[in-house]
């Protein structure tokens, strides 16, 4: 199997490298990116990791352009934001401040901002990442599994941080954690198929070919082989 650690190496010139991360939703693409920066990091190769999300419109933004049932495909984002980060850091600048998305939200937090710190390496981690024009990556990853395993792991997620909400009645979370299971799992898979099945098929599986490297997952979450194209 590539050695994906040594392959970033042998293609990073100093000073800065962008790397591209993206597969479908649930997939694992933030865990895989976080983890890889840690491993650069290690190797006193400072490595940032920033996500798309934090490039989405915000909710206000998204009722009044219509798009709010589209959130999450590619004309929810504040793509050209993205590029003139991507762009400004290659022409050295020292640090940025970009958006921040949180959970807790579920929207652009409207009164933080996050400041980025010039790093040797910036991933760029999300399911829009690779439908940015390819002359901004260095190197392009895709993060593949089974379709199957895929959609447990998206509903296994959801349930779990659902869960969560259940004590917490300021949660946007919290009248979903007080749905029968049955029904609540009907609903995730609902979304899964209206949403999240036509994004991948319409705009992600799609940046699959234009990838330099494919990495593919198991059913344990696990690396089982890394494809060179």
Known sequence: MI??????????????????????????????AHDL????????????????????????????????????????????????????FRAGEKSLNIPVYTQELADIHPNETQIIELPNILIVEGVVALQLPPKHFDLKIYIDADLADIKEWYLSRTLEVTALAKDDPS???????????????????????????KNLDQYILPTKSLADVIVHFDKQHRIFDIELK
């Not at 392959?7 to 591209?20: D, H, R, T």
């Not at 990091?41 to 009722?63: A, R």
Request: aromatic share 12%.
């Open 171 to 197: 949660s946007w979370r919290y009248d979903y954690a007080k749905m029968p299971i049955d029904e609540f799992t009907q609903l995730v898979m609902q979304v899964w198929e209206n949403t999240n099945q």
């Open 37 to 88: 920066a840690d491993k650069l990091s290690q190797q006193n190769i400072k490595t940032t990791v920033i996500s798309t999300d934090d490039f989405l419109m915000s909710n206000d933004e998204l009722h009044e352009r219509g798009l709010f049932d589209q959130k999450g495909f590619l004309q929810t984002y504040n793509l050209d934001l993205l590029e003139k980060v991507i762009t400004r």
């Open 3 to 32: 050695d994906l650690d040594n392959l970033i190496k042998s293609k990073y010139v100093a000073p800065f490298m962008v790397i591209g991360i993206t597969g479908s939703v649930a997939v694992g693409k933030s865990t895989f």
